[in-house]
């Protein structure tokens, strides 16, 4: 299993981004996929998720209305889009399988 994020960066309060997590190594269609986020000296949080099936959704109350997490089944890739970006969302971004077991390196988010 592999998972690479990538699309993070240093942006103005305010400001969009877009991550990228490209997954290998198991069939990704059939998996719920997470987006995790840790700052430091802070907790991880699970900031979406999105199901295998159906493409239900859920957000943490820290993110909601302003992230969304499509995904796309044929390029085996999950998305954060991240919108209206805060001081408080700088953390590095991880995305994983459903349930956390696998996870990808991070990308680094910095609002500023």
């Known amino acids: 299993v592999q998972l690479v994020e990538s699309g993070g960066g240093l942006v103005q309060p305010g400001g969009s981004l877009r991550l990228s997590c490209v997954a290998s190594g198991f069939t990704f269609s059939g998996y719920g996929m997470s987006w995790v986020r840790q700052a430091p000296g802070k907790e991880r949080e699970g900031v979406a998720g999105i199901y295998s099936a159906g493409g239900n959704t859920y957000y943490a109350d820290s993110v909601k209305g302003r992230f969304t997490i499509p995904r796309d089944n044929a390029r085996n890739t999950v998305h954060l889009q991240l919108n209206s970006l805060r001081s408080d969302d700088t953390a590095m971004y991880y995305c994983?399988?459903?349930?956390?077991?696998?996870w990808g390196q991070g990308t680094q988010v910095t609002v500023s």
């Open positions: 994983a399988t459903d349930g956390w077991t696998y």
